[in-house]
Nanobody, 116 residues
Framework: VQLQASGGGLVQAGGSLRLSCAAS????????MGWYRQAPGKQRELVAV???????NYADSVKGRFTISRDNAKNTVYLQMNSLKPEDTAVYYC???????????WGQGTQVTVSS
């Protein structure tokens, strides 16, 4: 199983980006799909997570600006990021939790840089 994350880049404050993370291989059913981020010198933190039933949780810092969604047929999770701020600058990682496996899969990370 491989996770391919894409969509990162450099954007000015107030701009938008859309991240995608697609899983290939025999991953089977997926429970939670989520996005995490890690800024330089900081710990990795949860950005947003969506369950197989559609329940969603966001970090307080991104509520109202970011939207997570998933396409189960494509084993893909998305993160629409609007009104970006310089403090959103980080490497963004996707995480997929298969239903019949204890250990989750992580994507390779995609850099998001927001200039002021």
């Amino acid at each position: 199983v491989q996770l391919q994350a894409s969509g990162g880049g450099l954007v000015q404050a107030g701009g938008s980006l859309r991240l995608s993370c697609a899983a290939s291989g025999s991953i089977g059913s997926i429970n939670d799909m989520g996005w995490y981020r890690q800024a330089p010198g900081k710990q990795r933190e949860l950005v947003a997570v969506i369950s197989s039933g559609g329940s969603i949780n966001y970090a307080d810092s991104v509520k109202g600006r970011f939207t997570i969604s998933r396409d189960n047929a494509k084993n893909t999770v998305y993160l629409q990021m609007n009104s970006l701020k310089p403090e959103d600058t980080a490497v963004y990682y996707c995480k997929l939790q298969p239903r019949f496996r204890t250990k989750p899969y992580w994507g390779q990370g995609t850099q998001v840089t927001v200039s002021s």
